[in-house]
Nanobody
Framework: QVQLVESGGGLVPAGGSLRLRCDAS????????MNWYRQGPGKERELLGTAPRFRAVTVADSVKGRFTISRYNDNNTMFLQMNNLNPDDTGVYYCRVEAYLAWTGNKEYWGQGTQVTVSS
């Protein structure tokens, strides 16, 4: 079982910045991938980026240049640095991980989400 806790959300004016954090705890042999998603009001859940354990981070084109993802394997933590935020960035931001165990294979886990609200 894996537990994910997101933090760092809040209310920020347009043009501001926020740094979200995802902490993973539990039991696994490896975490092949960690992801950030978001879901805006009335919108589908959107993949923002992927932080693989052994490959380079990728960020969605829609937020590239404004959002940066970093992952620290030593303490199983992932960050989402968001700059120059605008009201369209408002939504619930989720952390997702794939956790591998030999007897279960890859399983996915989601955090509870953290609200980000950008005021105009």
């Amino acid at each position: 079982q894996v537990q994910l806790v997101e933090s760092g959300g809040g209310l920020v004016p347009a043009g501001g910045s926020l740094r979200l954090r995802c902490d993973a705890s539990g039991t696994w042999e490896t975490l092949p991938n960690m992801n950030w998603y978001r879901q805006g009001p009335g919108k589908e859940r959107e993949l923002l980026g992927t932080a693989p354990r052994f490959r380079a981070v990728t960020v969605a084109d829609s937020v590239k240049g404004r959002f940066t993802i970093s992952r620290y394997n030593d303490n199983n933590t992932m960050f989402l640095q968001m700059n120059n935020l605008n009201p369209d960035d408002t939504g619930v931001y989720y952390c997702r991980v794939e956790a591998y165990l030999a007897w279960t294979g890859n399983k996915e886990y989601w955090g509870q989400g953290t609200q980000v609200t950008v005021s105009s």
